[in-house]
């Protein structure tokens, strides 16, 4: 079962901060966050393990709380190149066989002037 | 040059033809993806390749046959396709199979966009 991501879409003002959640039905080993803009490839953003730090990339941060199996992306002080669809990826943990990256529905974000 | 490349980018085919999509990955790795994406549906994984060998089907339908000859190249090889297979299909790499775990990182092409009439 894909992880749940909300909201399906936000606008913000440049400038403006958001966040992006991701909730799973299961028990979770990492979490991987990705973003696509319009008619390019998905684009690695951070990745965050079972029992790690809370992590950054420039103004855009994540956190994982395993106990709640859900992660959040914080983007703070949003600028244009910001938009684009952001997908959370989540990877249960092993259970004897091999694992794999199921992919959440995605929450398009645009950001405006 | 971007590190996967994937053609056509376009390919608009008729239920009775077939044809196949390509990738190329520049990256040195190991593990090749497909992926589809659909219009209000997740990405999807389709096959996993590891050392050009195929390591997850994930309950594809068999009008849809991936090869492998090699780590730098995979291919989807599609026959009798349906309306609804219309998508753009990713390719992607990384390190190594399971390296996902750890890294996280997915390295993807930028899809090719199939219509199917």
């Known amino acids: 079962q894909q992880p749940v991501q909300s909201p399906q879409a936000v606008i913000l003002r440049e400038g403006e901060d958001a966040v992006i959640n991701c909730s799973s039905s299961k028990a979770l080993y990492s979490v991987h966050w990705y973003r696509q803009k319009h008619g390019e490839a998905p684009v690695f ?16 941060s994540a956190s994982f709380n395993e106990k709640k199996q859900q992660s959040s992306l914080y983007l703070t002080a949003s600028q244009l190149s910001y938009s684009g669809t952001y997908f959370c990826g989540t990877v249960a943990l092993l259970t004897g066989t091999a694992s794999k990256l199921t992919f959440g529905t995605g929450t398009r974000l645009q950001v405006t002037l | 040059e971007t590190g996967v490349t994937q053609t056509p ?48 089907n994930n309950s594809v339908p068999s009008r ?53 009439l």
């Not at chain 2, 999509?21 to 590891?50: I, R």
């Open chain 2, 9 to 56: 980018r376009h390919l608009v085919m008729g239920m009775t033809n077939k044809k196949s999509l390509k990738c190329e990955q520049h990256l040195g790795h190991n593990a090749m993806y497909w992926y589809k994406q659909s219009a209000k549906k997740p990405l999807e994984l389709m096959f996993v390749y590891s050392l050009e060998e195929r390591v997850e």
């Open chain 1, 45 to 60: 953003l951070m990745i965050l393990l079972k029992g790690g730090e809370q992590k950054g990339h420039e103004k855009i």
């Open chain 2, 64 to 116: 849809f046959s991936p090869e492998c000859p090699n780590s730098s190249h995979l291919f989807l090889h599609l026959h009798t396709l349906q309306p609804e297979d219309s998508a753009l299909y990713l390719c992607a790499s990384s390190q190594e199979q399971l390296a996902v775990l750890n890294t996280g990182e997915l390295f993807f092409g930028e899809g090719s966009r199939l219509t199917v």
